[in-house]
């Protein structure tokens, strides 16, 4: 009678126990979801970027500020966005000319060097948020797998 009653207690006891680590560990997981939704919605900077661009400067159009490496010269710009433009992803890139429409090859050919400046900083801005974008969901990725692997999360 006392072993058996021993026994029961030491059953209910693991399973009051396994119970607690299943609910301890669907709160971490929630609690992680919640994280990693919170960053993807901070990393929406596509909005900033094109707000950014679209206020007028306190500088003109003519200064460009240098940061980093130095840029190509105006004609390895003028081929590229020419590329963008064949290519069909000026849109994609925000490259908008006069009436809000995508770049025509023509507007570029005919564009001063300052509209080519212009142009050519927003390409590598939009290109800039893509790759951090892409790169903090790799990361973002990468880290649930490991959280996969050491919390054995279904």
């Not at 290519?87 to 809000?100: H, I, P, T």
Request: aromatic share 6%; hydrophobic share 40%.
């Amino acid at each position: 009678m006392c072993l058996t009653t021993l026994l029961l207690v030491s059953c209910f006891t693991l399973q009051l126990y396994t119970a607690c680590m299943i609910t301890s560990a669907y709160r971490r997981y929630i609690r992680a979801r919640r994280c990693v939704h919170n960053i993807i919605e901070k990393m929406q900077v596509d909005d900033l970027i094109d707000q950014m661009l679209d206020e007028p400067s306190e500088k003109g159009l003519d200064v460009v500020e240098e940061t980093g490496p130095p840029p190509p010269p105006d004609d390895k710009r003028r081929e590229r966005l020419a590329s963008l433009v064949a290519g069909g992803q000026a849109k994609q890139y925000g490259l908008v000319g006069r009436g809000g429409k995508p770049l025509t090859a023509e507007q570029v050919d005919a564009a001063s060097p300052a509209e080519v400046a212009k142009w050519y900083s927003r390409y590598e801005a939009k290109l800039g948020a893509q790759m951090t974008k892409t790169l903090g969901q790799a990361l973002l990725g990468l880290y649930a797998k490991a959280a996969g692997v050491v919390l054995t999360i279904p």
